[in-house]
């Protein structure tokens, strides 16, 4: 996919929002999220939006997939769960520090070498257990360890991976491009250090069906990869996991509230919640997929019970997050 100038790169702004989702609490509304999505086809036609789906927004780890194929079109073939650790976010487990580690020794390096920070798990159990924040616990840790494969393969500079001219960061941005058929024109610092890209909801949403349809054997790699292996890209019981588990489709959240979901042979979705909350993501994302004919209504409820977000007043359930009046 040749790419294109993007004449018109401005954010998602308030006027360019509809209502998404609305918490509940004892029978008032006590919170709105407003925010934007767009679904496309196969072939990246846009089949449906709500708000200005034209407006350019950092993806966040939305990106991770694409980033995931530039390593592994880099030269870093990893396969199975250690490829879905490419493109995760994941829950910090000791499961998932292990697995990020393993990656690491199979290319000779150590845990320091991670130019991610060091963090404290997503999970909290395995949180409360540690003495303190690592790099293995980062929820990016599997996709640092991917790009220092990359760079020992190549024999690339370790040290300096995260610079935006270093050759596997140049090779990232013309995946992206490749992808989503935008140019990149802005350069962002992401939350794990690596450089980041505005893209329009529409290309990222292009980019994701690409990915999900199979459009090279490395997307179809890293869509069975999930698809098999769901516990890796985010954590047992996680909304990304559970969403990937019970309906069969590519979930993959952002940070500051974005979210992409694909379909198996290539209709996707991409939302941003303009507050940055995550809350709504999931909703969102699964109410267009179903409103679209994409996703059994049904099957997207049960997926939401399980991993919605709980509305609690003393410990019980007093209320819940609906959809919103702009997904309806």
Not at 205 to 233: C, F, K, M, Q
Request: proline content about 5%; overall charge negative; hydrophobic content about 45%.
């Amino acid at each position: 996919m040749s790419a294109a100038p993007s004449t018109d790169r401005h954010p998602l702004t308030v006027d360019g929002s509809v209502e998404l989702a609305v918490l509940d609490r004892s029978g008032f509304d006590e919170s709105r999220h407003i925010g934007a999505g767009v679904v496309v086809a196969a072939d990246g036609t846009v089949i449906d939006a709500v708000g200005d789906a034209t407006a350019s927004i950092y993806p966040r780890s939305t990106m991770k997939p694409f980033q995931a194929l530039a390593i592994r079109r880099a030269g870093a073939v990893f396969s199975g769960d250690e490829l879905v650790m490419t493109t995760a976010s994941h829950a910090g487990t000791p499961s998932h520090q292990s697995l990020a580690l393993r990656m690491l020794e199979r290319f000779d390096h150590v845990e320091e070498d991670l130019g991610c920070p060091p963090d404290l798990p997503f999970d909290r159990e395995t949180a409360r257990s540690m003495t303190g924040p690592r790099r293995l616990a980062m929820n990016c840790s599997g996709k640092h360890a991917g790009m220092l494969a990359a760079c020992r393969v190549h024999g690339w500079d370790s040290a300096s991976y995260l610079d935006i001219d270093h050759p596997l960061q140049r090779a990232v941005r013309a995946t992206v491009e490749d992808a989503t058929g935008e140019v990149v024109d802005v350069v962002g610092v992401d939350g794990c250090g690596a450089p980041v890209f505005p893209l329009t909801l529409t290309g990222l949403a292009r980019g994701i069906a690409g990915v999900v349809a199979g459009s090279d054997d490395d997307s179809a790699a890293l869509t069975e990869a999930v698809l098999a292996n769901a516990w890796a890209i985010d954590g047992v019981g996680r909304a990304n996991t559970v969403t990937i588990e019970r309906l069969g489709v590519l979930a993959k959240l952002g940070a500051e509230g974005v979210m992409v979901m694909g379909v198996p042979g290539g209709p996707a979705v991409a939302v941003k919640v303009l507050d940055g909350s995550l809350r709504a993501g999931t909703l969102a994302a699964l109410t267009l997929l179903v409103r679209n004919g994409l996703v059994e209504s049904a099957a997207a409820d049960a997926v939401l019970a399980a991993t919605g977000e709980r509305v609690l007043g003393g410990g019980l359930p007093v209320g819940a997050v609906r959809t919103g009046s702009g997904l309806r």
